[in-house]
């Protein structure tokens, strides 16, 4: 199993700021995936992080609204660009276990634009 | 877009009793998982059936899956209170390898001690 951890665990921001969410895995991985939950909805996959190249984003999510980067095979960022009340969600990032589909996550990440 | 839909979308039942949640899907698939969430934290995955298999146990747990219908059921059995929690779905599409997961809209299940 692979323990994930994402700092911060939650923030305030003011609309038209940015704001980047860190996400460690405590081994190697090949598959990183960002996640957006809004309050009381489900999971909306944003992008895959590539390491060493630049990540897959979902139809609706474009690189310059959540830029990510993923130096080595054990860390991964996403940032949040120039933020708005709508951006209010729990930003979630997991990883994908080897041999198998499942997915480990970390303990998100609670995000607020006032 | 979200192509699982859950139902019911929120169930209250007494410690002991039985949970069932339902899941259904629109597009060929590879696997199909279940993820319980607690209080707006990181998803836990409970289990997970390829779209070969029929049902699948785990402790408490048993899966349904039917491609036919493209749909699956969740059963909790004997519920204790520490299940309350978010329950979705999530599917691994047939085309990249079941790897990126689409969840469903999720099934917030109450269980009363």
């Known amino acids: 199993s692979a323990v994930i951890s994402q700092k911060p665990s939650r923030d305030i921001c003011q609309r038209g700021t940015s704001l980047t969410i860190q996400c460690q895995v405590d081994?190697?991985?090949?598959?990183m995936f960002w996640y957006r939950q809004q309050p009381g909805q489900s999971l909306t996959l944003i992008a895959t992080?590539?390491?060493?190249?630049?990540?897959?984003?979902e139809s609706g999510f474009v690189i310059d609204k959540f830029p990510i980067s993923r130096p080595n095979l054990t860390f991964s960022t996403l940032t949040v660009s120039n933020m708005s009340p709508e951006d209010s969600s729990i930003y979630l990032c997991?990883?994908?276990?080897?041999?198998?589909?499942?997915?480990?996550f970390g303990p998100g990440t609670r995000l607020t634009v006032t | 877009s979200q192509q699982g839909e859950e139902d019911p979308q929120a169930l209250s039942i007494q410690e002991g009793e039985n949970a069932t949640m339902n899941c259904s899907y629109k597009?060929?698939?590879?696997?199909l998982q279940w993820y319980r969430q607690n209080s707006g934290r990181g998803l836990v995955h409970l289990i997970l059936?390829?779209?070969?298999?029929r049902e699948k146990h785990s402790g408490r747990l048993r899966v349904t899956l039917d491609t036919s219908k493209k749909s699956s059921s969740l059963l909790i059995t004997a519920s204790r209170a520490a299940d309350t929690a978010s329950y979705f779905c999530?599917?691994?599409?047939?085309?990249?390898?079941?790897?990126?997961?689409?969840f469903g809209e999720g099934t917030q299940l109450t269980v009363n001690p």
């Open positions: 997991s990883v994908g276990v080897r041999g198998t589909y499942e997915q480990y």
């Open positions: 081994s190697q991985v090949t598959m």
């Open positions: 992080a590539n390491q060493g190249s630049e990540a897959t984003y």
């Open positions: 597009t060929s698939i590879n696997n």
């Open positions: 059936i390829r779209s070969n298999e």
């Open positions: 999530a599917t691994g599409p047939y085309q990249t390898s079941g790897s990126r997961l689409t």
